[in-house]
Nanobody, 119 residues
Framework: VQLQASGGGVVQAGGSLRLSCAVS????????INWYRQAPGKQREVVAI???????NYADSVKGRFTISRDNARNTGYLQMNSLKPEDTGTYYC??????????????WGQGTLVTVSS
């Protein structure tokens, strides 16, 4: 199973980016695709969670600005980021809980995509 994160880049404060996380491989089903980030010199933190039933939770710092979503037909998760702030700068990682074709449930990480927000 592979996760390919994309969509990062450099944006001015107040701008928007949409991150994508494409899941591929020996997949029977994808339970969740969630997003984390790691700012320089800091620990990785959760940004947005979308449960298998579709409920969402966000870090307080991004509530009202970020939206997590998913396209089941494309096996892809998204993170829409609006009104970006310099403190949103960091490497964003997607994480997927996947049931493989041999019925093993495992957790997988994408390689990260860098978001830089300039002031």
């Amino acid at each position: 199973v592979q996760l390919q994160a994309s969509g990062g880049g450099v944006v001015q404060a107040g701008g928007s980016l949409r991150l994508s996380c494409a899941v591929s491989g020996s997949i029977r089903s994808i339970n969740t695709i969630n997003w984390y980030r790691q700012a320089p010199g800091k620990q990785r933190e959760v940004v947005a969670i979308r449960t298998s039933s579709g409920n969402t939770n966000y870090a307080d710092s991004v509530k009202g600005r970020f939206t997590i979503s998913r396209d089941n037909a494309r096996n892809t998760g998204y993170l829409q980021m609006n009104s970006l702030k310099p403190e949103d700068t960091g490497t964003y990682y997607c994480n997927a809980l996947v049931t493989t074709t041999w019925d093993k449930v495992s957790n997988y990480w994408g390689q990260g995509t860098l978001v830089t927000v300039s002031s």
